[in-house]
């Protein structure tokens, strides 16, 4: 496998959270971002409406169009309500869990199952535990991987992600997640969404921490 990772800039904007960063944007129960990396622009899912998903995005001055690809961590609604009004704008490639239904209206659909390189230096964790897959992206300092809950378990995703390389920063919903020592190799951990114990894991990482919401820009 050819690894050229020199002059990597990895960037990750939060789209749709329940948290706003940035004023002027809207929050709502759900997650998607931006993820940008290797001249690759991936929408990591797609929140839970569609028009508050498009209207964040043009406010943030993202071009629906430019975007390549859709990756989609699991099959809840707060992940995938935006996806078909989505399609509707840019029908492109989308990655979807192997648990997801079928879905149409898209340029081509792709389910994974088992850990899959999508791209040079970018790869699908597969999904654990027939549930959920994260996306991870190798950098020069080391693995970021995106989650959308975390529902197959932290410790599987980051064990997941582990034969791509080292886990740099993790970044997403962690939901129900506690188990605090998992993450203290990380150098960054942004929690978004459904993560019950942020200031939790802000007391215990100060110096891991990053805030998150809508429009939080990401440079990694």
């Known amino acids: 496998m050819n690894l050229n990772i020199e002059g990597d800039e990895t960037e990750i904007t939060i789209v749709y959270d329940n948290n706003i960063w940035k004023e002027g944007l809207k929050n709502a129960w759900g997650f998607s971002c931006l993820v940008k990396a290797y001249n690759k622009r991936i929408l990591f899912d797609t929140g839970g409406r569609g028009t508050i998903l498009l209207n964040n995005m043009e406010k943030l001055n993202i071009d629906i169009r ?3 690809e859709v990756f989609i961590s699991h099959a809840h609604g707060d992940h995938t309500g935006g996806l078909l ?3 509707r704008v840019n029908p492109i490639k989308i990655y ?6 079928e879905l149409r209206n898209a340029k081509e659909v792709i389910k994974i199952k088992e850990p899959l ?3 040079e230096n970018i790869f699908s964790t597969g999904t654990l535990r027939g549930i959920e897959q994260s996306l991870v992206v190798k950098t020069e300092k080391g693995l970021v991987i995106i989650v959308g809950c975390a529902h197959s378990g932290v410790k599987n995703i980051l064990e997941g992600a ?3 390389g080292k886990p740099y920063a993790l970044i997403g919903g962690l939901h129900g997640f506690n188990d605090f020592d998992l993450i203290e190799d990380l150098e960054f951990i942004c929690p978004l969404h459904c993560t019950s114990h942020k200031s939790k894991i802000k007391s215990l990482y100060p110096e891991k921490y990053i805030e998150g919401g809508v429009g939080k820009v990401i440079e990694l």
Do not use: A, N
């Open 66 to 68: 430019s975007i390549d």
């Open 162 to 164: 582990s034969r791509f």
């Open 96 to 101: 979807l869990p192997s648990s997801y239904q």
């Open 117 to 119: 390189q999508i791209h």
């Open 85 to 87: 009004d989505f399609l």
